[in-house]
């Protein structure tokens, strides 16, 4: 279990995290990265299979235990004392396992189609799969990131059921209106809607529209 000492310095706001193992991982990290630069103190949540793709697709190397964890992507990030919070899949005493826990939005990024089922069925089974149950109890805001190809009749179903629970599905499907130029730049497509639908700044992407708006007030 992490070593959760105090906080040193009050924070905007709290938004959970959870990285899960589909490909994607990028997201998730970059989304942590911005949520940082924010001013957010992060609950993260790392699935082991996402450790495993976390290696795979990016140069981060995550140790396996949450304190060491929580000192890379501090370091990493260079986040305040205590702005990052790295909990263990069965760590029930962090805050995103009761309701009675701070009342802040969940971000599944990317999120497996295992544990999209997991939340569609309501399983408890780990502390992501629980902070994803107690987010749609509580009816707290839940967005999340699945990234498969091609989705089956039973993705797509489990999609269905938790958007009709009040889930936000926000597949990672970049758009390319904005001409990408880098691989950077399709990840910071989809941080950047995510980020809109937390209801936080974002300069990574200017909104459709904008440019139209300042020419037509000028």
């Excluded at 069925?121 to 839940?142: F, Q, W, Y």
Aim: net charge neutral; hydrophobic share 45%; aromatic share 6%.
């Amino acid at each position: 279990m992490a070593d959760h000492d105090a906080v040193s310095e009050p924070f905007e706001r709290t938004i959970n995290l959870a990285i899960t193992g589909a490909s994607g991982a990028q997201y998730g990290l970059r989304l942590l990265e911005c949520l940082v630069a924010a001013d957010c103190r992060v609950h993260v949540m790392v699935s082991r299979a996402a450790q495993v793709v976390i290696a795979t697709e990016t140069d981060v190397k995550l140790p396996g235990a949450p304190a060491a964890m929580q000192a890379t992507l501090t370091e990493r990030y260079q986040a305040k004392p205590g702005q990052i919070l790295v909990f263990g899949r069965e760590d029930w005493f962090a805050p995103p396992a009761s309701g009675s826990g701070a009342k802040a939005p969940l971000v599944i990024c990317p999120c497996s189609t295992g544990t999209l089922s997991a939340l569609a069925s309501g399983a408890s089974n780990n502390l992501i799969e629980r902070a994803g149950d107690v987010a749609l109890k509580e009816r707290r805001p839940l967005i999340v990131v699945p990234r498969e190809a091609p989705y089956s009749e039973i993705h797509l179903d489990n999609m269905l059921r938790l958007t009709r629970m009040g889930a936000t599905i926000i597949p990672a499907s970049p758009g390319f209106y904005h001409r990408p130029e880098r691989v950077e730049d399709l990840i910071d497509f989809i941080v950047a809607r995510l980020l809109d639908h937390l209801g936080l700044p974002q300069d990574l992407m200017p909104r459709w529209g904008e440019a139209r708006v300042a020419r037509k007030t000028r």
